[in-house]
């Protein structure tokens, strides 16, 4: 999308923005974060940067699933973001006008390899700030009562003989369900039309040899239907029921032990810390009846900072002291390894004492592959939306996998041609 274009799309989006506190002159730091689960830590960051520095910094969180429309609305206003982020190539192009060259900065330099930068044509225009790692997260000990160890699942067989089993005898282990709910409300659906979807779309720029496509083909689309299957029959609720609910409500019915798995990442290490110890959980690969032999977890990173070009001379510099700051200082990367749970690709980063992500090092270890993030090449956020309603339908029994593979198919390549336009 030009420039020109975004500009009409943002004032268009002015009267649904946020009520941002206005920022102050003489360099300031205003991020647009995307990251909810994040927000207090950032919070308190910012709070932390501010007393040491003097800088102001305000932090607002898009709500779930609202980036892309909050950040357009906010870049529509006088005092925009001068941080914001895009989640790869694809999500660039809408912004890449707005984005300051990060080439020879502090934090491109202080990166530990430049596969962390988004770069457009000669520009740097991003920089990823978190490594990311997601999966089936399971109850070891909801496991064990059931006579079962994390090691007994090694395939997608292994998984549907367990889970099976499990939903069978919920009366009896005390569950409502194997799986936690696979929620296609806004704040969970990304889980599946984004991060599941990621499965099929892996496996097939693998079989092609390519790392991108203008028309997907749904090789390993009947894998995708499997694991779908098996997550919305083997749940803590009717399908039906999965149109209304949400992230938080599979979160608790997993933290409070009404289900053994639950698809999720890394970065939900800090809430279920509350109710967990590190070795009553586990992080499996979402096993697809492909590789499983050698398939590892879901690792990389959708989570690229830009800077706001646009912004003042003294925003941008405050802005880019900042972000060199979260990642080299020992207050900035405490928070980003501890508080947020993050593995940042720094140099001076702190080992993270999240599980997953020592889980995530281990499989590595093994020889295990990691799936590497190609969501970031879907066609648009209207296409995920295609295959979420898709998805629901079909749970719901109002719709048939047919529907699911022509918004997959055709609603790439129909979406992906708008792109070419």
């Not at 496996?203 to 496509?213: L, V």
């Not at 997993?254 to 110890?277: D, M, P, R």
Request: proline fraction near 3%; include cysteine.
């Amino acid at each position: 999308m030009k420039k020109k274009i975004v500009s009409a799309v943002l004032a268009a989006l002015v009267a649904a923005s946020l009520t941002v506190p206005a920022l102050a002159a003489d360099g300031s730091v205003y991020y647009l974060n995307f990251k909810p689960e994040a927000d207090q830590a950032w919070q308190e960051l910012a709070a932390a940067y501010t007393e040491e520095t003097g800088v102001p910094v305000t932090v607002v969180t898009a709500a779930s699933g609202q980036y892309e429309t909050t950040l357009m609305s906010e870049m529509a206003k006088s005092d925009a973001p001068t941080l914001f982020q895009v989640n790869g190539p694809i999500g660039l192009q809408n912004w890449v006008d707005y984005c300051y060259d990060l080439s020879g900065s502090e934090i491109e330099a202080n990166l530990t390899s430049d596969a962390f930068e988004l770069k457009a044509d000669d520009m740097v225009a991003g920089i990823a700030y978190v490594i990311e790692s997601y999966g089936i997260i399971a109850n070891r000990t909801l496991l064990e009562k059931a006579g079962y160890t994390v090691e007994d699942i090694q395939s997608f067989e292994d998984l549907k003989k367990v889970a099976d089993d499990l939903q069978a005898r919920k009366e009896e282990l005390g569950i409502e369900g194997a799986f936690a709910s696979t929620g296609m409300d806004g704040s969970s659906d990304w889980r599946f039309k984004t991060h599941l979807a990621n499965l099929p779309v892996y496996y097939e720029y693998q079989a092609d040899g390519i790392d991108t496509t203008d028309a997907i083909k749904g090789t390993y689309l009947d894998n995708y239907k499997a694991v779908f299957d098996l997550y919305i029959t083997d749940s803590t609720c009717d399908p039906a029921e999965l149109s209304s609910k949400t992230g938080d409500d599979a979160r608790n019915e997993f933290a409070t032990g009404k289900a053994v798995f639950y698809q999720n990442g890394s970065w939900e290490y800090g809430s279920l810390s509350e109710n967990f110890k590190d070795d009553e959980l586990a992080m499996l690969p979402i096993y697809f009846g492909v590789d499983d032999a050698n398939e590892g977890l879901c690792t990389g990173t959708e989570n690229y900072w830009c800077v706001n070009g646009e912004a003042a001379d003294e925003d941008i510099q405050a802005t880019l002291d900042f972000i060199n700051w979260c990642v080299s200082s020992e207050k900035g990367t405490d928070a980003m390894a501890n508080a947020m749970g993050f593995v940042i690709p720094f140099k001076d980063a702190v080992e993270s004492p999240n599980v997953f992500v020592k889980q995530d090092t281990e499989y590595t270890a093994a020889g295990k592959i990691p799936v590497s993030w190609n969501f970031t090449t879907m066609p648009s956020e209207d296409w995920k939306n295609g295959v979420g309603s898709a998805l629901t339908a079909y749970a719901g029994g109002t719709g048939d996998w047919d529907g699911v593979v022509s918004a997959f198919v055709d609603g790439w390549a129909s979406e992906a041609a708008l792109n070419a336009q």
